[in-house]
């Protein structure tokens, strides 16, 4: 069996297989139940029969290679993943033996008159079994979606080692990293130039200061005496 695995490993069957897995048996039940809607299309019944053997059989296969690709990927995997991984291998063991349980149930209910009153509760079993494989499914695309999970996307993400050490925060004493100022271009050595002053406001109380006289108005003696006009006429 171990060099079975081995020959089939590198051919990555598993979501090739999965993919009948979940048509044939999704499929199986629905027809079922139509079949049950309408009791003399006896070729629905048997073509749902023929379905829910092939879809146990399928799940049969996904289990299997299912447990191939998780020892090649596990490695690989942080541990968030590995979770979901544990989780959908179970649930992968559980739906495939409760198929195939199912398939016998079904092939009893077809075939000997007695199992006939039972079909109703094998059709509810068998749709509750259908909605387990859903969320099943789903987790497994949670895996190669969002982890990429036996995809090229995590052979390039670096793995997580479970037991390595935060790394050291800087110290002080460390290295300070030198930071390179640029050099101020040279500047004028002139002085900056100087507003003028604001005119100076006369206020009220100030007094106007005299103005200077003219230099080329002649200036009056005190003791001169102006010339008397002429009156009353001119003596003979």
Same mark, same amino acid.
Request: net charge negative; no cysteine.
């Given at each position: 069996?171990?060099?079975?695995?081995? *020959?089939?490993? =590198?051919?990555?069957?598993?979501?090739?297989?999965?993919?009948?897995?979940?048509?044939?048996?999704? !499929?199986?039940?629905?027809?079922?139940?139509?079949?049950?809607?309408?009791?003399?299309?006896?070729?629905?019944? +048997?073509?749902?029969?023929?379905?829910? !053997?092939?879809?146990?059989?399928?799940?049969?296969? %996904?289990?299997?290679?299912?447990?191939?690709?998780?020892?090649?990927?596990? #490695?690989?995997?942080?541990?968030?993943?590995?979770?979901?991984? #544990?989780?959908?291998?179970?649930?992968?063991? +559980?739906?495939?033996?409760? *198929?195939?349980?199912?398939?016998?149930?079904?092939?009893?209910?077809?075939?000997?008159? *007695? $199992?006939?009153?039972?079909?109703?509760? +094998?059709?509810? !079993?068998?749709?509750?079994?259908?909605?387990?494989?859903?969320?099943?499914?789903?987790?497994?695309?949670?895996?190669?979606?969002? +982890?990429?999970?036996?995809?090229?996307? $995590?052979?390039?993400? =670096?793995?997580?080692?479970? #037991?390595?050490?935060?790394?050291?925060?800087?110290?002080?004493?460390?290295?300070?990293?030198?930071?390179?100022? =640029?050099?101020?271009?040279?500047?004028?050595?002139?002085?900056?130039?100087? %507003?003028?002053?604001?005119?100076?406001?006369?206020?009220?109380?100030?007094?106007?200061?005299?103005?200077? $006289?003219?230099? #080329?108005? =002649? /200036?009056? %003696?005190?003791?001169?005496?102006?010339? /008397?006009?002429?009156?009353?006429?001119?003596?003979?």
């Amino acid at each position: 069996m171990d060099s079975v695995a081995k *020959f089939l490993q =590198p051919w990555q069957l598993h979501p090739v297989v999965d993919h009948f897995t979940v048509a044939l048996l999704i !499929v199986a039940v629905l027809i079922d139940l139509v079949a049950s809607a309408a009791p003399t299309r006896i070729w629905l019944q +048997y073509t749902a029969l023929l379905l829910i !053997v092939l879809g146990a059989l399928a799940a049969g296969a %996904s289990y299997f290679t299912g447990g191939m690709e998780a020892e090649r990927i596990w #490695n690989a995997l942080g541990q968030p993943a590995k979770d979901i991984l #544990n989780r959908h291998g179970e649930l992968g063991e +559980y739906l495939a033996i409760t *198929f195939g349980i199912l398939a016998l149930w079904r092939i009893l209910i077809q075939g000997f008159g *007695f $199992m006939a009153g039972s079909r109703a509760i +094998y059709l509810i !079993v068998a749709f509750v079994a259908i909605v387990v494989l859903g969320y099943q499914a789903h987790l497994g695309g949670v895996l190669v979606y969002d +982890y990429g999970a036996g995809t090229a996307l $995590m052979a390039a993400a =670096p793995v997580p080692s479970e #037991n390595a050490s935060p790394s050291p925060a800087p110290t002080s004493s460390g290295a300070i990293p030198m930071v390179s100022v =640029p050099t101020p271009l040279p500047t004028s050595t002139a002085p900056p130039p100087t %507003s003028p002053a604001p005119p100076e406001i006369p206020t009220a109380s100030s007094k106007p200061t005299d103005s200077p $006289m003219p230099a #080329n108005t =002649p /200036a009056l %003696s005190p003791t001169a005496q102006p010339s /008397a006009a002429p009156s009353g006429g001119v003596k003979m």
